[in-house]
């Protein structure tokens, strides 16, 4: 990590790189993981509790020299990702999977995840050519309206999304082809029989990701792995703290810090936090009324639904310009165009708008 960090500060830019510091990203996560789960192995012959994730992962004893090279630069996904346990790594060489007996099968997804691979590489060449970062940083874009503008950029991280998305599609579909995803066996009806499953090495859930009314929802279904990584190997480590929001924030930090130094990379993790803080409490308060039941019983769902798609798509493109901008000076620029908007609907939740739907909620209540 700490030659992740000497190597960010000698190379990066204020563009969008592609360096050797790409690969170690995720070289410094699978090493990570690897030392505790070593730690774990040496706690469970000890007797000591583990979690019942910790377990499935846990190391008894240290892998070879051979093993090692092989699980860093597993050939499908060393570059880019997603990354696995080395317990996956090791059920794969010793012929845990069923590899020979499915190939079918295997043929088959991997088949599928290619061509969904591909098609999101299009949607993406597709999109960027219509949504620009290098139009939303011109006068022209002050020009435009303000409701114009959000949209834009909203539409603009949508689809700029779609690289990454693409870049893990045809990873998987390689993880898939090699039978290294191998996750189990599942019934589709209980009339059905044993069907194995293959999305072992899976890093996006795209149904979940498109259909998506709240963060919440991207987080559990964009780059899934790297985010069982921050709950396993961070959040659920910081326990310690006894506070969930400061072992939220110190595992965004960290996945801050594992991206780069640039400020834009902490603000759109300080984005995240915020926002994830508001989502939980807001709908913890509004799940509770019947209002809110009965808006989603009738069709007004429809209508319901439409803005919540609006207001995910929107934010996102707010929490992810200062990611792609990365300096201070650019990303601030434009969030200027948008009157920083996420900070006037975020950042006040705790000590204006919370206290104010709660007393609305009472008022609301009792007339039910």
């Not at 790189?17 to 690969?23: G, K, L, Q």
């Not at 939303?136 to 309206?145: A, G, K, L, N, V």
């Not at 803005?307 to 990365?326: C, E, N």
């Not at 300096?327 to 601030?332: G, T």
């Amino acid at each position: 990590m700490t030659y992740l960090l000497v190597g960010y500060v000698m190379t990066e830019s204020e563009d969008y790189d592609i360096t050797w510091t790409m690969p170690h990203c995720v070289l410094t996560l699978k090493l990570i993981a690897l030392a505790f789960d070593l730690w774990d192995g040496k706690k469970m012959l000890r007797g000591l509790p583990l979690s019942e994730n910790n377990r499935l992962t846990a190391l008894i004893d240290t892998p070879t020299l051979e093993e090692l090279i092989g699980f860093i630069y597993f050939p499908a996904c060393f570059l880019v990702g997603p990354i696995f346990s080395f317990r996956r790594y090791l059920d794969f060489i010793t012929d845990k999977f069923p590899v020979n007996l499915d190939r079918e099968i295997i043929a088959s997804r991997a088949m599928k995840r290619l061509l969904q691979g591909l098609g999101y590489l299009i949607a993406f060449q597709v999109g960027i050519s219509v949504f620009s970062m290098k139009y939303m940083m011109s006068d022209e874009f002050w020009e435009t309206s303000i409701i114009y503008r959000h949209f834009y950029s909203g539409l603009w991280a949508h689809f700029a999304l779609y690289k990454y998305i693409s870049c893990w599609l045809l990873t998987e579909a390689s993880c898939i082809r090699f039978g290294l995803s191998f996750n189990g066996y599942v019934k589709k009806s209980p009339e059905d029989n044993l069907v194995s499953t293959w999305d072992g090495c899976s890093n996006i859930k795209l149904m979940r990701f498109e259909g998506a009314t709240k963060f919440q929802h991207y987080i559990d279904s964009f780059n899934c792995n790297t985010n069982y990584f921050a709950a396993e190997y961070v959040y659920k480590r910081l326990k310690f703290l006894g506070n969930r929001n400061l072992s939220q924030f110190f595992t965004l930090l960290f996945l801050a810090l594992w991206h780069g130094t640039r400020s834009g990379y902490y603000m759109t993790f300080f984005n995240e936090f915020i926002i994830i803080y508001m989502e939980k409490e807001f709908e913890s308060i509004i799940s509770k009324t019947n209002l809110y039941k009965k808006l989603w019983a009738s069709k007004a769902k429809y209508l319901l639904y439409a803005f919540l798609k609006t207001y995910t798509i929107v934010f996102m493109g707010w929490s992810l310009i200062p990611f792609d901008l990365k300096v201070f000076s650019k990303w601030w620029q434009l969030y200027a165009t948008l009157y920083f908007s996420g900070f006037i609907v975020f950042l006040p939740w705790a000590y204006v708008y919370k206290p104010a739907l709660n007393k609305l909620v009472k008022w609301y209540t009792p007339s039910q």
